[in-house]
């Protein structure tokens, strides 16, 4: 289980990391309860905003 965790807090470090990099997911967190790794996964899935016209084809696209 060390192991694990060792390996969890290497990812979220390194996550953290390019997170700092990136304006996008610097605004994404500062919505209440959205941390670093949601951040950067909304943000590698929807990549180019300029793609969709409304939220709604965010929401679609994403199963939602």
């Not at 996964?41 to 180019?48: G, N, P, Q, R, Y």
């Amino acid at each position: 289980m060390r192991h694990l965790n060792a390996q969890l807090a290497y990812s979220d470090e390194a996550i953290e990391q390019l997170a700092v990099q990136d304006p996008r997911v610097q605004r994404l967190r500062s919505v209440p309860r959205v941390g670093p790794v949601t951040a950067a996964a909304f943000v590698a899935t929807i990549d180019a905003a300029q793609r969709v016209r409304h939220a709604h084809q965010v929401e679609a696209s994403l199963g939602a």
